[in-house]
């Protein structure tokens, strides 16, 4: 082997070598710089993603919740409409039998006033039973709700609506 060929030879075995040497120096870096930073990154991502989901079923639950309690409410309203209705049905039969009962009371007194004077009074009759009965009712409107009367509804509406005794 002459000369020229021994340096041929000793190039490309330098060029292999090179080549090798630069591999295991990419190898080692990539090993030592890029995978830690790689798998650092795969990491947070992980745990972003395992935030992520933990916050999704926080979230979940939360809606769970807010619907139950938006459920509660609808059925709470549902039961304090029908009380009221229920109350005012009562409070509605009691005024009428009130006033059915008034009423026949003051037609028993009509009925006697009439007929002491029936052809002479008739009309003003009728003008004092209307306007007696007006007064009447205006009387026992005032007799019938007073502060303390109008206190103790207003104070049992409110504990109605509240949840309160009932």
Do not use: K
């Not at 938006?70 to 039998?97: F, M, N, P, W």
């Not at 003051?106 to 002479?120: F, H, M, Y």
Request: aromatic content about 4%; hydrophobic content about 50%; charged content about 35%.
């Amino acid at each position: 082997m002459d000369r020229m060929q021994l340096f041929e030879e000793l190039a490309r075995w330098s060029e292999i070598v090179g080549g090798i040497a630069f591999f295991i120096a990419a190898y080692v870096l990539f090993r030592r710089f890029l995978l830690p930073a790689v798998v650092t990154t795969e990491v947070a991502r992980n745990a972003d993603l395992v935030n992520a989901e933990r916050r999704r079923e926080q979230l979940r639950a939360e809606v769970s919740s807010a619907r139950a309690q938006l459920e509660d409410a609808a059925s709470e309203a549902l039961a304090i409409h029908a009380r009221g209705v229920a109350d005012a049905q009562r409070e509605r039969e009691r005024i009428v039998a009130e006033a059915m009962a008034e009423g026949r009371r003051l037609l028993v007194n009509a009925r006697g006033e009439l007929e002491r004077s029936r052809i002479a009074a008739r009309d003003h009759l009728r003008i004092e039973l209307i306007e007696r009965a007006l007064a009447r009712a205006r009387t026992m409107a005032n007799e019938r709700i007073d502060d303390a009367l109008n206190g103790r509804l207003v104070a049992r509406t409110v504990d109605e609506l509240a949840g309160g005794p009932r």
